[in-house]
């Protein structure tokens, strides 16, 4: 996958690049990520990429046409190389909302170019020129619209064939869907008088998948049940069921705990 960054900060992206799972994407020809300047594209004067908002206001609006020819160069330089399918994203509050299959949905795409805004905003004529989709990653307000974008490669990135390993596959995720992780636990067995589950030093892997998923009901259900849209089938509710008793005993540990 070829992803071009349109930014005034390209060095925000360095660190993102050169560490762990995206830098061996990039070793293994998986992901290549190109940063552009959208300053390099200011052919005025004093390269102004901002300007006054018409009808006042505070703050500042990035100029149309830098980023314009920008996203033109950066497409151009694909098509030359054979890329056919580009998506161009703007990065913005106003966006819809970024969820797992966006992207699941966007890892399908050749070639994904990013336009980071800030100041107050961008032209709109970028939108409707050459924008395919605007994102926001929440309702919140940031100074930049790298952040995002950053947040949106990660998690694209990893779920090109082969960024993982075996080990941090997202496999198992598809089949968790909308549930939140279950808990996990690692050596010592006892830390500061709090134990492991005993059913993870079981060994019995049905079982262990059978709790997992239990654990996964319950906390969704406690804590986003908005994620739980349909009903549970029979079989998650006994492991909710279960899951639940088990709280109960480790709670209040009588004669059985
Ligand atoms: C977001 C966001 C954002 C909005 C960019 C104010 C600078 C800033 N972009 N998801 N202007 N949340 N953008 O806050 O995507």
Redesign the pocket.
Known sequence: MIVDILTLFPEMFVPITTSSILKRAVTRGILEVSLTNIRDFAYCKHRVVDDYPFGGGAGMVMKPEPILLAVESVIARARARGVVNTRVIL???A?STYKQDTAARLSQSEHLVFVC?????VDERVSQLVVDEE????D??????EL?AMVVVDSVARLLPGVLGSYESSVDESFAANLLEYPQYTRPRECRGVTVPDILLSGNHKEIAKWRRGQSLQRTLARRSDLLSQPLSKIDEELLRRANKDSMISQNPGKEG
């Open positions: 990065m913005s509050p966006g805004g800030h100041y107050e905003g994102i926001s990653i929440g919140y307000v940031l100074t930049g619209g995002p």
